[in-house]
Nanobody, 123 residues
């Protein structure tokens, strides 16, 4: 059974940090690019970050550059999103996704999705 399970969301004050994890089972992440998306209430889902499968190149939307870091541990079949200097506008449900060979900001191209993790940044 294919599963992509997220963990690590929560409530944090502005300026704080959180780390999201996505653990895959039933398939191996080695050959796939992995994207992170988020969706805030009343807004479209947007791509946040992506890490490629082969060379490990990483990509970020401008609003999170310098604050978020995506990484992968193929041995653990897990991907991470480290989020630092969080802002209230980062509040959203965050999703990991995979099933693509190369990074893309188009969410419809991704086949497997995590269940979502709520991240709330508030004082």
């Amino acid at each position: 059974q294919v599963q992509f399970v997220e963990s690590g969301g929560g409530l944090v004050q502005p300026g704080g940090s959180l780390r999201l994890s996505c653990a895959a089972s039933g398939f191996t992440l080695d050959y796939y690019a992995i994207g992170w998306f988020r969706q805030a209430p009343g807004k479209e889902r947007e791509g946040v970050s992506c890490i490629s499968s082969t060379d490990g190149n990483t990509y970020y939307v401008d609003s999170v550059k310098g604050r978020f870091t995506v990484s992968r541990d193929n041995a653990k079949n897990t991907v991470y999103l480290q989020m630092n200097s969080l802002k209230p506008e980062d509040t959203a449900v965050y999703y990991c996704a995979t099933g693509v060979w190369s990074c893309s900001w188009a969410s419809y191209e991704y086949e497997y999705w995590g269940q979502g993790a709520q991240v709330t940044v508030s004082s």
